[in-house]
């Protein structure tokens, strides 16, 4: 079993909610939204580049605020994906 998935074959909540597994679940296809700009000989990585992103997304990533740190100035700062992205994760959106 790879990590982030229970034995069940569920994700966990944290892959759940990661943005490549929402495109690969979800079987996103688009090529006006992301491109693989990598993937490893055997298929296990893959680095996906978004494509077209907004200022005001890039705006909100560049404010400090919004990379949700453990504590100011730490070094594991997780992160967060900006608000326009919400649809886009959102399972019960229409939008693909």
């Not at 929402?22 to 680095?47: H, K, N, P, T």
């Not at 404010?63 to 730490?74: F, I, L, Q, T």
């Amino acid at each position: 079993m790879c990590p982030g998935v229970h034995g069940d074959g569920k994700p966990s909540r944290m892959m759940a909610d990661a943005m490549i597994y929402q495109l690969v679940a979800q079987r996103f296809a688009s090529s006006e939204r992301y491109e693989e700009a990598y993937v490893s000989s055997r298929g296990l990585v893959r680095i996906v580049r978004v494509l077209d992103v907004s200022a005001t997304s890039k705006a909100w990533a560049a404010e400090v605020s919004n990379h949700a740190c453990d504590a100011p100035g730490s070094w594991y700062c997780p992160g967060a994906y900006p608000p326009e992205l919400a649809a886009l994760l959102d399972p019960t959106s229409q939008a693909a």
